[in-house]
């Protein structure tokens, strides 16, 4: 029996961790962290209480912040936990800056790194993701991969040793998840929404919210489009957005941010989705949802290789006509698994331990 430190921040790391500790308990003593990257209860404890999250069993309430400031907060709580506790893993999962100071932390103090989600490329370094994403994937032991193409990443920097293709363990929390969202009302019910007949929105990174003209121009593409759009509203875009006193057209429903369950089910009852984020993009391929991104990179380009999802650079023709267009192609082959990924982890740690 391994004694595990998982290191969690954010919402796509609360996804993941939920299959994966589920499992990886019945074998290990696993500590549960959460460093408190978001800190708003429906981008965290929200999520803990619907996806059966065990409680962190420590809390380090770092919060927002600069990246230098909020990645050396969190390396001096997670040091201090790690020359405590002793663990003989870290685990990891994803991108951010938790998933940095996890890793920088325990490559300094010797303890070995299991990064779940590893070698995926955006390859755009002025993104911070991609520069948490490389540094985390050098310092690993264990290197848990969603797809051939992350290991072929992997392989072309040197990295072939403890590198395992073990499909996406989100796979394993949307199969939970989308049984969840159809018992009962839904938030499409509740909504009045007719299925297949709305855009869903998400916009959260930097490269959108902190320049004025990219916000202006997806906003601008917003509101010209002719069908209902949902727009669940991140902290920080909600922040941009009334800092810059932009404002939206009747048929722009603002949301606060969505729990799992309920932002399954709006993503599986839209036309399309136009978002930013990583994780929808590949939740999207699962649902059979058209994705439009907001950006001019993917780290999932199997989505776009297979033509369901779109690479939309901030403009309001591009947003528009994209989402207008957008359709579901007529296959849709098995990527990143169909489930599993959560047991063929733990099964993996458990060899090395």
């Not at 797809?147 to 992997?154: E, G, I, K, R």
């Amino acid at each position: 029996m391994a004694r595990i430190l998982t290191i969690v921040g954010a919402r796509p790391q609360f996804i993941k961790a939920a299959a994966v500790s589920h499992v990886l308990r019945r074998q290990h003593d696993e500590q549960l962290v959460h460093t408190g990257q978001h800190y708003d209860d429906n981008m965290s404890a929200l999520f803990f209480r619907q996806l059966g999250i065990p409680e962190p069993n420590h809390h380090l309430d770092i919060g927002s912040g600069a990246h230098g400031r909020q990645t050396g907060r969190m390396m001096e709580a997670i040091e201090k936990l790690m020359l405590d506790d002793r663990p003989d893993w870290m685990l990891l999962y994803g991108d951010t800056n938790s998933t940095l100071a996890g890793a920088l932390v325990a490559a300094k103090l010797d303890v070995p790194v299991a990064h779940v989600e590893a070698g995926l490329r955006s390859f755009n370094r002025q993104m911070p993701e991609e520069i948490n994403r490389v540094l985390t994937d050098h310092v690993s032991t264990l290197l848990f991969c969603p797809s051939n193409v992350a290991v072929a990443n992997l392989a072309a920097e040197g990295l072939t040793k403890g590198v395992y293709d073990v499909g996406d363990v989100m796979a394993d929390s949307l199969q939970l998840a989308a049984a969840n969202a159809v018992q009962g009302e839904t938030v499409v019910q509740r909504l009045g929404l007719e299925v297949g007949g709305y855009a869903l929105v998400t916009v959260h990174r930097a490269e959108n919210t902190d320049i004025p003209e990219r916000l202006q121009a997806i906003v601008d593409a917003i509101n010209a489009m002719p069908f209902p759009v949902i727009f669940p509203v991140h902290p920080r875009t909600r922040a941009a957005l009334t800092a810059k006193g932009l404002e939206f057209r009747a048929h722009v429903r603002l949301l606060e941010p969505q729990g799992y369950v309920d932002m399954v089910a709006l993503l599986a009852g839209a036309r399309v989705v136009c978002t930013d984020s990583g994780g929808l993009q590949k939740e999207a391929y699962w649902l059979a949802t058209p994705c439009v991104t907001l950006r001019t990179e993917t780290e999932w380009v199997e989505t776009v290789t297979y033509g369901w999802n779109v690479l939309a650079p901030p403009s309001v023709a591009n947003i528009v006509e994209m989402a207008v267009n957008a359709t579901a192609p007529a296959t849709r082959p098995e990527l990143y698994g169909e489930g599993g990924a959560s047991e063929r982890i733990a099964e993996i740690i458990g060899a090395f331990a």
